[in-house]
């Protein structure tokens, strides 16, 4: 009976390792077919290079890397304030009876596959791009043209898309601080606007912060609604109306016709990627942690 | 400014904003069943897809995502469950435990398309799988552990500690406690992580897009090429080939996360009602 227990304990073991292992797996499979391009082409001059044309071997991924930036910052100027004022509005001020079917419509918005996203960004937002916004554009400058694939449809939907991760997690934060802040602020004289304003979201912040970060990732990371809707040009943009390609969408279109150089390059560029969700992911989990000792 | 217009500018601003989120669920959810809703017929359920995918309906396609979901889960929940019971049963708060936990998140934080060119160069390539359902369900298998794990542990903790006890000291041993005791008790958490999952490994498009290799014929192996309804819809729509089938996929893959939320949202509400 014991030694069945113990070999039970043991393969329990072994099934909480696979997910490390997983890391360590993909992380050795990227970087042994990424590296070699990246060593002969020369790091700095893969990420610094401005000039991507894969087919006569150029890979400068400085342009790829401005358009997931560009759509990135996008998506966060319009969805963390949109995700905040959510979180807000679910934990302090909405009642109880409308609180739980609006999650569940935040929620619904997390399933929705990323393809659908991008399905209904193609088909609605860009030639709504096209038609409707560029002429209000062009009142301020008349030379400007697009095919509404862009930096802003890209945004626009990344945006919807944050949401969830946004409005859950900076949620949390605010149902975690205490009901006494709450009680002194108010009966010192503060009313609920300066109450949620001074002392719940303030104290709140950590949280927030690393749902925003989180959210940062999750935008950098999106391919497939990107990669429909943004027009996949590898160039430098010159305003929101232009088109860009991203890591991602790059490596997604790519892979399907690269030949053998051009697909260590994608790997390659899977390897920058890789290492800005890392960083990204720690400085969340050290935020949090932070959180967790102030609390 | 006065009090009373700040305040009335500050629950405008908010209320306004959750409306705006609202609204673009709304907008979304509705433009596409309503343009695809006509074209899920019983031809486009049942039939093989021709000329690309602009004739015909998607029977071999939803096959293939039924194959590459069922091959993702069943090696998934196992591990999953096993994982998630590791953490909360057996581990103590040493470092190396922390340090899986943390690989655990790191996992759940790695975008889809760097999972694709793993699966691509580690199965399809490395162990010789080739562009197949299994190359595409284990890489969704990877995908989705984190998901499970968490849903089945937040359902054990929620376990009370004098089941464990009342068990251990009818001398029952630890894994029979697990066993008999815990996991019946949060069937229910390990059954919303499922779906979860489930809802993970249909929707995803970029990890399967590089390891399934997109064939539109009905699969008859685990070795056999195949295509999901998201990759379906990917490749109709940048194609452009036909707007009344892309619809009506869209629409069908948006029926299935509806169903998918609604069943993990009235699990997990009888849970809490139960404890």
């Not at chain 1, 943004?230 to 040009?233: Q, S």
């Not at chain 2, 909360?88 to 708060?93: G, R, T, W």
């Given at each position: 009976m014991k030694a069945y227990e113990k070999a039970i304990e043991k393969l329990i073991l072994i099934s909480a390792i696979v997910t490390t292992v997983s890391v360590a797996l993909i992380t050795v499979f990227i970087f042994k077919t990424g590296m070699p391009i990246l060593l002969q082409y020369g790091v700095l001059d893969f990420i610094?290079?401005?000039?991507?044309s894969p087919t006569s071997e150029i890979f400068g991924i400085m342009p790829l890397i401005i358009g997931t930036l560009a759509v990135t910052l996008g998506a966060l100027i319009i969805g963390v304030p949109t995700g905040i004022a959510c979180a807000v509005y679910l934990s302090e001020i909405a009642s109880k009876k409308t609180a739980g079917p609006f999650k569940a419509a935040i929620e619904l918005l997390a399933g929705i596959p990323s393809v659908v996203y991008g399905f209904f960004g193609l088909i609605v937002l860009v030639p709504a791009i096209r038609n409707y916004i560029l002429p209000i554009f062009q009142k301020f400058n008349p030379d400007l043209n697009t095919s509404g694939f862009s930096i802003l449809a890209g945004a626009v939907i990344l945006a919807i898309m944050i949401l969830p991760t946004i409005v859950s997690l900076s949620e949390n934060a605010i149902t975690a601080v205490p009901q006494e802040f709450r009680e002194a602020s108010l009966a010192l004289g503060a009313n609920k606007r300066e109450t949620i304003m001074k002392v719940i979201v303030p104290a709140a912040k950590s949280g927030i912060f690393s749902s925003v970060i989180l959210a940062m990732g999750r935008a950098i990371g999106e391919t497939m609604a990107v990669l429909l809707i943004?027009?996949?040009?590898a160039q430098m943009p010159g305003s929101i109306l232009d088109p860009v390609a991203t890591l991602t969408g790059t490596i997604a279109m790519e892979m399907s016709y690269a030949g053998p150089t051009h697909q260590q390059a994608l790997f390659a560029i899977g390897i920058v990627l890789f290492i800005i969700i890392m960083l990204l992911n720690i400085l969340a989990q050290a935020v949090m942690k932070k959180m967790g000792g102030v609390n | 400014m006065n009090k009373k217009s700040k305040n009335a500018i500050f629950y405008a601003i908010i209320v306004s904003l959750s409306a705006l989120a609202l609204i673009s669920l709304i907008l979304i959810v509705g433009f596409i069943l309503i343009k695809g809703l006509p074209g899920i017929t019983t031809e486009f359920l049942s039939q093989s897809p021709s000329k690309m995918g602009k004739e015909g309906g998607i029977l071999p396609i939803i096959i293939g995502t039924l194959y590459v979901t069922l091959v993702a889960l069943v090696i998934a929940t196992p591990i999953g469950v096993a994982a998630a019971i590791y953490f909360?049963?057996?581990?103590?708060?040493?470092r190396s435990v922390r340090m899986i936990r943390f690989f655990t998140e790191v996992l759940a934080g790695i975008p889809s398309i760097i999972f694709g060119l793993f699966g691509f160069a580690f199965f399809v390539v490395f162990m010789g799988l080739g562009w197949s359902v299994l190359s595409g369900g284990l890489t969704l298998t990877i995908m989705i552990l984190p998901t499970l794990i968490r849903a089945t542990e937040e359902s054990l903790k929620t376990v009370p500690m004098s089941y464990r006890e009342g068990s251990l000291s009818l001398g029952a041993t630890k894994w029979q406690t697990i066993v008999k005791v815990i996991l019946p008790c949060c069937k229910s958490g390990v059954l919303t992580g499922l779906i979860l999952g489930m809802g993970r490994a249909i929707g995803e498009t970029a990890a399967v897009m590089l390891t399934i290799?997109?064939?539109m014929r009905m699969a008859e192996s685990l070795l056999d090429p195949t295509r999901t309804m998201a990759l379906h819809l990917y490749m109709l729509a940048s194609e452009g080939i036909s707007e009344e089938k892309t619809y009506a996929t869209a629409a069908l893959l948006i029926i299935i996360v509806l169903i998918i939320n609604t069943i993990a949202n009235e699990i997990s509400r009888r849970m809490i009602k139960l404890s």
């Open positions: 610094t290079g401005t000039d991507w943004t027009g996949n040009v | 909360n049963e057996y581990s103590k708060d040493t290799g997109g064939s």
